[in-house]
């Protein structure tokens, strides 16, 4: 076999392993203790995927790559003036190397071939999910922030769970809109999604399935035969919605009647009477709170350390740490990225896949805390697939996505 093909499949399994290992890790741990020793198996991984893929920077730095590289050269910088806790250091900064360097591998060397076994690991996961939610939701009796299904019940894991039903459902969308899935692969992964979520009461899940939903709607709706596909799948998604709806009200009646009440929401969402950083007022917060109005520490944050886990969300740990600089380092290679997928959706759905988990990830660093957490493998291994280049006409000639 030549080298070159040898050492794309080596990096591609690893890839893959690693995806394997973050979608189980937690649900064995949950039984297995013992096996916390392994945790730092995907780490070590990476610097075999660093050393395997060290001669493709002979080629330069790309735009790209620089963006992720310059939030995580800044994210370092920020040790500097931050508490020096080394625990937290190194727990924080493990995340944001993590992100950078499965990024740049995947968008180096994912393949077509790879892609389809990540997203079939992915739905075969989803299939383990929903029981082992459900099992934990009816059968243990366990309160729905532990229901985590396949991500285990010995943490607060609904943000990595909200998170990958999020993504398969927006994969689900774009193959299906785009006749790389049949109907029954679609419902199957936007159905289970809406159950598992219903189980683990993640009532934001739906709100942003819709939005995306939008935006998938905004690229493909240009043709009759395309409306009648659309028309079909939003009948469908009602439906779901409809079930995940009665699932929630016969499991959680209460929450769900916050929920569809403004004022209790919002009042929900700032984490009650009592104050806090809640969804609605992180920045707020901690700008008042926090940096006390100083200009200074709003721009640079308060750096890497143990600051960052005295907030929920992303964008609270972000802003923290990092003030408004880092939050504009990362938010803009976010949108270099997606204005860069927009100019190819509307020819290739890996194209539009990657445009709207971006979308995705703006949104849910205000929902939850998942971008830079196990989820960062799955994440970041996606923003990657664009370098493919499927197109959506080459799909439809070849059929479905094997």
């Known amino acids: 076999m030549n080298f070159k093909i040898y050492k794309t499949d080596l990096i591609n399994k690893i890839m893959i392993f690693q995806l394997a290992w973050i979608l189980f890790y937690g649900l064995a741990y949950s039984y297995y203790p013992s096996i916390a020793v392994f945790t730092y198996i995907p780490d070590i991984l990476n610097i075999i995927l660093i050393i395997c893929s060290f001669e493709r920077t002979k080629y330069g730095i790309k735009i790209r790559y620089l963006g992720i590289a310059m939030f995580v050269g800044y994210a370092f910088l920020s040790i500097l003036w931050g508490d020096m806790n080394m625990y937290f250091i190194v727990a924080s900064f493990r995340r944001y190397v993590t992100a950078m360097i499965v990024y740049f591998v995947s968008t180096e060397y994912i393949t077509e071939k790879y892609l389809n076994k990540g997203i079939n690991l992915f739905l075969f996961a989803l299939g383990i999910d929903v029981f082992a939610t459900g099992y934990q939701n009816l059968v243990l009796k366990l309160h729905p922030d532990f229901c985590n299904g396949i991500f285990g019940t010995y943490g607060y894991n ?46 934001a899940f739906y709100i942003l399935i819709i939005t995306l939903f939008v935006i998938v709607l905004l690229f493909r709706c240009n043709n009759s035969k395309l409306r009648k596909k659309i028309s079909s799948f ?71 350390g143990s600051v960052e886990n005295e907030f929920v969300y992303t964008i609270g740990k972000l802003f923290v740490s990092f003030g408004v600089i880092g939050v504009m380092l990362l938010l803009g290679w976010v949108l270099y990225l997606f204005f860069k ?50 197109s959506v006409m080459q799909a439809k000639g070849n059929g479905e996505l094997k």
């Open 234 to 304: 939003i009948v469908i998604g009602v439906l779901l919605l409809y079930i995940a709806y009665k699932i929630l009200e016969r499991v959680f009646p209460e929450n769900l009647a916050t929920f569809f009440d403004l004022s209790h929401y919002m009042l929900y969402e700032k984490y009650g009477a009592h104050g806090g950083a809640g969804r609605l007022n992180n920045i707020q917060y901690i700008y008042n709170d926090v940096f006390k109005k100083n200009i200074f520490e709003t721009l640079i944050g308060q750096g890497l």
């Open 158 to 203: 609904n943000a990595m769970q909200g998170m990958f039903c999020s993504i398969i459902s927006a994969i689900a969308m774009v193959y299906y809109i785009d006749k790389k899935w049949s109907k029954f692969k679609m419902i199957y992964a936007l159905g289970t999604s809406c159950v598992i979520c219903a189980f683990s009461e993640i009532k």
């Open 341 to 390: 997928c927009m100019k190819k959706a509307k020819e290739s759905s890996e194209n539009l896949i990657e445009a709207v988990i971006l979308v995705m990830i703006v949104i849910s660093s205000f929902l939850w805390n998942s971008l830079f957490t196990q989820m960062t493998y799955i994440i970041f291994w996606l923003l990657g697939i664009n370098n493919i280049n499927l």
